[in-house]
């Protein structure tokens, strides 16, 4: 069965997704003027857009949401991993594929804003929703929603629990039976809360365990500063096949850096749209905007913290594509967490252990949390044509289950099967986004001239020739607006207008 396991994952991760991943970026890239880096400021701006409505959530929240589920094990565990099988330079692949990978992060986002719906009380989008609307095809947006259920329930949350049970044997000797009682327990009362418990949780948790460990990274990388010049030649030389040590490693470092950046940011992977639809903006842009911005959150800053950590402490190992080794700093250490853990605890002897299993708790969980947002969104949208309501307390049984089963089984078989539920979804999606691009790029110029002059943007899907955009017909942008307004929050200048000083 592992076998099996492997093969496909050999098949679905093949150099074209790779391939696929990297043009896709640059192709948005180059269409959008770099919007990437174009609209920095005008992101930051828009985090801050402090007010939901009844139904749906503020941009800061549906970041928080997108980023429970962006800022996980891959930017610890998966940054260890990268670095053990791609050498150094697989780092800077993920760097790449961040910053390619921003611009894929803002279509995606955009398209499931400008078709998602409000299904029983709530704003339900992502691709599915966007396939079947935008490109007419019920049944590639069926063929969509059964993958990231699958991916979503099975694939994907046990190697976040994995990695929780593995920091926690290593920093408080937790048998892993005991955490899969405690993950599945905690899991289970976040979920049954629904998608305000959820929201409510990661936008207290996300900024506080990633500003948390960033801190903690940057007095070690600040400790150690005059490696930082050789920590970057390092890299670039790595990435390139430059350097004596991994010379033989260049495919291995593209390969390792876009798996595992991908796995980190998820951009272009699909996961984004789903939580991302579920802000009530004025404009799609808006949140396009945001959700761009949070794949630099999660690789520029949070991978970047833990690589240098461990590039710098030498706490990794290096293993050719043939399985010998060639460098082991950690002898007798498998490629994850442990690697972080025994890199602080270098520096700040006896706080390693414990830190990492607290910060990857918190990393991990949330990430959870934005995997089951991703299944339930899912499910209610084949809901509307199965009305099935028990389908998602059966989705919440089997979910909490599979939490449960990550954390007792061999991580390298937890490893696989999340990259064939990643890898799966992203050839789906990159596929729909290469196809339904058009309306997001016209979502963006219209965004751009209204916001030169001087407008707070409104969306009209009508006046752009942009079809089956329900949700906003009419009324619905200017009501978006009015509560917008209503924060007392200037979303031209981020002042209150009735104190701006």
Known sequence: MENAINALNGIIWSPVLVGLCLCAGLFFSVRSRFVQLRMI??????????????????????????????????????????????????LFWMWMVAFLGASSAFVE????????????????????????????SRFFAWIFAIVTILASVFFCPGVQSNSIALAWQE????????????????????????LRRIA???????PFMAQAYIVVALIIVGINWEQIPAIFGLIISSAFGADSLTGGMLGAAVSWGVKRGIYSNEAGQGTGPHASSAAAVSHPAK????????????????CTATGFMILMTGCYNIQAPDGTM?????????????YTQTAIDRLMPGWGGPFIGVTIFFFAFTTILGYYYMA??????????????????????????????????????????????????AWLNIIAIFLLQKPAFKALKDYEVQLKSGANPVFHPEKLGIENASYWEGSRAEANLAVEEEAGVDNLTGLDPKNPV
């Open 287 to 302: 949140q396009g905007l945001v959700q761009a911005f949070s794949v630099y959150i999660d690789t520029l800053f949070v």
């Open 171 to 194: 920093a408080f000797g937790l048998e892993a039976e005991i955490t899969a009682a405690v993950v599945a327990s905690i899991t289970c009362f976040v979920i049954v809360g629904g």
């Open 109 to 136: 986002s955009t398209l499931g804003q400008i078709y998602k719906e409000k299904i029983e009380g709530q704003y339900r989008g992502g691709p599915a929703f966007y396939i079947e609307r935008g490109l007419h």
């Open 41 to 90: 400021p005008e992101m930051w701006r828009l985090l801050f857009q402090k007010k939901e409505d009844e139904v749906g959530l503020s941009s800061f929240q549906a970041l928080s949401m997108t980023l429970a589920s962006r800022v996980g094990t891959g930017n610890i565990a998966g940054v260890a991993t990268a670095i053990c099988f791609g050498g150094p330079g697989a």
């Open 376 to 425: 339930e969104t899912n499910v209610a949208y084949l809901n509307r044509y199965l009305r099935k309501p028990v389908m998602i307390t059966v989705c919440k049984a089997i979910f909490i289950g599979t939490v449960a089963f990550g954390a007792v089984k061999a991580s390298s078989l937890i490893w696989t099967m999340a990259d064939i539920g990643v890898g799966t979804m």
């Open 326 to 338: 060639l460098y082991e700093g950690i002898k007798g250490v498998f490629a994850g967490p442990v």
């Open 200 to 206: 409510l949780f990661t936008a207290w948790i996300v």
